[in-house]
């Protein structure tokens, strides 16, 4: 085997196969037309909590509405920081500041004497996280997992998120520590979280703690998923079939050393 495309836009899955660090070219299908889409479910995750939506599904079970517990909040002004401003994140940018809030953003390579990506206030590098957190409202995770993001979010990290903040995360569920979001839930630091993913999504169903917690919305990794999801990926892969039967450059060839 010389070349393997793949269709998930990460490289995570790959980690326990023969095809890790090989020598086969191995590509994917990031930045193949979802990414819109994922930064709509983004969105969706940050109006579910912002209105307190999540509130409807305990009022139904309970029988009787209880108008106090919805707290909505206006988004205008509000601040959201994209963790990883990558195709997805510069999506992410987009609408929330089309919604009139203030979007901050961390990317490995942030290159400060270019303009700002549409809808940004700041965008700051890997290390400017912690500078963001205190002061976010919503964090949305875009960034890709790799030995350095596993469990970026730890408990310091939720203890340092703004009180009442709202986490979503469409990356991968080893970003997070699942213990420590639930910890923070349990403490009433955090309003709630939107999960597209969790940790060994592909082995067994959610962690009892977080599923059985109103104030998470978990959904089987559908983020990416629309009514037009298979167009891009399919134009992205004969594109590459082309230029590999051409001799020419493939593109979104994995780097094994960065882990994407």
């Known amino acids: 085997m010389k070349w393997f495309h793949q269709r998930p836009a990460g490289a995570s899955n790959l980690l326990a196969g023969d095809l890790w660090g090989s020598r086969v070219v191995v590509t994917t ?10 930064a709509e479910y983004a969105v969706a995750g940050i109006l579910h909590f912002a209105k307190g ?76 996280l912690d500078r963001f957190l205190p002061e976010s409202d919503f964090v949305v995770i875009c960034c890709q997992w790799t030995p350095e993001t596993t469990r970026l979010f730890d408990k310091d990290r939720f203890a340092a998120m703004k009180a009442g903040g709202v986490l979503i995360n469409v990356a991968r569920g080893e970003i997070v520590d699942e213990e420590a979001l639930a910890d923070a839930l349990q403490r009433d630091h955090l309003r709630g979280a939107a999960l597209d993913v969790y940790v060994g ?51 979104n060839v994995i780097d094994w050393e960065r882990g994407y």
């Open 201 to 251: 999504e592909f082995e067994h169903t959610p962690m009892s703690r977080l599923w059985s917690d109103p104030r998470v919305l978990i959904t089987p990794h559908i983020s990416s998923a629309s009514d037009q999801d298979r167009h891009g990926a399919i134009n992205l892969f004969c594109d590459n079939l082309r230029a590999y039967l051409e001799g020419g450059p493939l593109r």
């Open 53 to 128: 939506l999540h509130r409807a599904a305990v009022d139904r079970g309970a029988g009787v509405f209880d108008h106090r517990a919805y707290r909505p909040l206006l988004l205008e002004g509000k601040t959201a920081c994209v963790v990883g401003a990558g195709g997805i994140g510069l999506d992410v940018g987009k609408l929330c500041a089309a919604l009139g809030m203030r979007v901050v953003g961390t990317r490995r390579h942030p290159h400060p004497d270019r303009p700002l990506p549409p809808g940004f206030s700041e965008l700051g590098g890997a290390g400017d």
């Open 29 to 38: 299908s990031r930045g193949s037309g979802n990414t819109l889409a994922m």
